[in-house]
């Protein structure tokens, strides 16, 4: 089962609750800037959507609604940590606002640094650690993807009766048949395999020359609907479909992750209307891409209502990792960007809405992470978690529906041992405990420990995105000595990691080294194999798709090993016919 068995509060068992001990004495310095935005009325009146209902029953045909919530999980992609109204952005989001103001606000939510490892790690419950993907991402040409022995989310959700529709990007690696989603538990999916494109298009070039189409509708490439549609609209559109044609009476799971705000940085011209005063042109583009996503989730929310789902419905909104500041996004006040294990990269834009919570209007401070929703969602879809499968997500529905305490009081951010090793990274400096010239990071109650090269580390004020130039982007850099492979931070009471205590508290360090080293020991080897040249799209009808064939000399091998196989079994069969005969024979003779 799930560790810590907190869960939905009519019919769940109750876990353990881990107390978090008070380890700094510091003032806790506020994250947000509060202020919600005026926004239009997502529903329908009171009677039209009765009718709607009555008229969807009626057609749908009848029977009691089921007690399994549908599950709405929103992904997007790239989002700054800044970059959300309720956060004190400049942007206007206030379907978001609107949404999370009435929901609960994730405050304390983490995922991971890059777009490979916070989706496997939301389908699985499992650090990358245990999936063989510690390192980077999956990239188009490699033949990789998230390994097939990992049972996830949409095939448990399956086998309680939910169905299952992904709409957008996918990610977790295509190169054979059995790694593109519909192999992966969902019925439908509609969307792009790769980790980014053009959104109009649909195409992506990997590298020159190796250039390929990548919208897919199941297994196909989803030709049919490259009408130059900007993708958040299109995915909206497929999205209204699904619900369209669907019983809201049965259960349905739907997994929408969009492509924005990720780069490339292209919108519809409507939306740069309202920031044409923002000179800095990458985070005007930006702005508008995030106003175009705002919307779709409206129009997402209108379909829920308007076709029976809302009631009973928990709608769960995440950014995937940090922004980039290149890219037009923002993390102030936090430190560092996308890919690195700052505070920057790893805490999250989350928020739950839903009917079904009983503290609605709230804010959730508990430690939260990505893969708490695997054993979250199944045991609210009223499914069974094997005990075989070894999760490291914790059941945390009791958390953020009645604000309980967390179940969760660390979280492995990540061990990769691939990833350019710190200079003077040593055991030494690790204590003799562990080698610090490895790129790892953790949390444990308040503190944080990273070791190696955490990445690109600044702090990109606001100021960032005017003319100024790159100039003023470092203004309050902090320049660590050369030598540093250590850093420890009380993150609750210093979320913007200024204050580096791990001189001042080495048995604090010694700790957290001894907790990576024990997390260690549980690794699996890394998969990142190196890019096959069989993946060129030019080589599959232009597509990007799954290339992964066994060679013909190793068919035909196996064909004549089979037809040997086959041969000597017949040979064995006929001897052990006339065995059995002359045996027959010669105890009828006997007797």
């Known amino acids: 089962m799930a560790r810590g068995g907190c869960s939905w509060p009519h019919r769940l068992c109750k876990g353990k609750m881990v107390a978090v001990g008070v380890l700094a004495g510091l003032s806790v310095l506020s994250l947000l800037t509060y202020g919600y935005l005026a926004w239009d009325s997502l529903g329908l009146g009171p009677g039209e959507a009765e009718a709607t209902r009555t008229g969807l029953g009626e057609e749908l045909g009848a029977g009691a609604p089921s007690s ?9 992609d790239d989002q700054g940590f800044r970059d959300v109204g309720y956060h004190g952005s400049e942007i206007r989001t206030p379907t978001l606002d609107k949404l999370a103001a009435e929901g609960v606000k994730l405050e304390n939510y983490y995922v991971q640094p890059m777009c490979t490892p916070s989706r496997s790690q939301f389908i699985t419950g499992k650090y990358q650690i245990h999936t063989g993907l510690q390192h980077s991402i999956i990239r188009p040409t490699q033949p990789n993807c998230l390994p097939l022995d990992n049972v996830t989310l949409p095939q448990k959700l399956k086998e309680v009766g939910y169905s299952t529709h992904m709409v957008g990007k996918w990610h977790l690696g295509f190169y054979r048949r059995e790694c593109m989603p519909t192999q992966r538990g969902f019925d439908t999916f509609f969307g792009s395999l790769l980790g980014s494109g053009d959104y109009y298009t649909h195409f992506k070039c990997d590298s020159p020359g190796i250039c390929g189409y990548d919208l897919y509708e199941n297994d196909n490439a989803a030709w049919d609907h490259d009408n130059g549609i900007y993708s958040t609209q299109m995915y909206t559109q497929k999205v209204q479909q699904i619900l369209a044609s669907h019983n809201p009476r049965k259960p349905i799971f739907l997994y929408i992750a969009y492509q924005a705000v990720h780069s490339p940085l292209q919108a519809p011209g409507k939306y740069f209307e309202h920031y044409r005063s923002i000179n800095n042109i990458n985070r005007r583009r930006y702005a508008a891409m995030l106003a175009c996503l705002d919307e779709a989730i409206n129009n997402v929310t209108l379909a829920l209502k308007k076709y029976g789902y809302y009631e009973n419905s928990i709608i769960i909104y995440s950014s995937d990792n940090g922004g980039q500041p290149m890219a037009g996004g923002s993390n102030w006040p936090l430190r560092g960007s996308k890919g690195t294990y700052w505070e920057g990269g790893i805490r999250a834009v989350g928020f739950v809405h839903s009917p079904l919570l009983k503290n609605k209007g ?23 978690i094997d005990e075989d499968i070894q999760l490291d997500g914790y059941d945390i529905w009791e958390t953020i529906s009645e604000g309980r305490r967390s179940p969760r009081v660390d979280i492995l951010h990540n061990i990769d041992p691939i990833y350019t090793k710190a200079k003077n990274g ?39 995105f005017s003319n100024a130039g790159p100039n003023r982007w470092h203004n309050e850099r902090v320049s660590w000595s050369a030598g540093k492979t250590v850093w420890l931070f ?90 059995g005969q002359s045996l027959h024979c010669r105890s009828r003779l006997g007797g």
């Open 68 to 76: 399994q919530p549908h599950i709405i999980f929103i992904l997007a």
């Open 362 to 384: 709230s804010v959730c401070k508990e430690l939260v992470h990505i893969t708490d929703w695997f054993p979250t969602l199944i045991t609210l879809a009223e499914g069974q």
């Open 426 to 464: 040593s055991w030494a400096a690790g204590y003799g405990i562990w080698n610090t010239a490895i790129q790892s990071a953790i949390r444990v109650n308040h503190w944080k420990l990273l070791t190696g090269n955490p990445g690109y580390s600044d702090w990109v004020p606001p100021q960032a």
């Open 490 to 579: 009380n993150i609750t009471a210093d979320p913007y990691e200024r204050v580096d205590l791990s001189a001042r508290y080495p048995d604090v360090v010694k700790q957290l080294l001894r907790r990576l080293s024990q997390f260690n020991k549980t690794a699996v080897p890394v998969r990142y194999p190196p890019k096959d040249p069989r993946s060129n799209p030019k080589l599959n009808g232009g597509v990007w798709g799954p290339w992964f064939k066994e060679d013909e000399k190793k068919k035909k091998s196996d064909k004549s090993k089979g037809a040997n196989k086959q041969k000597k079994n017949k040979n064995k069969k006929k001897a052990n016919r006339k065995k």
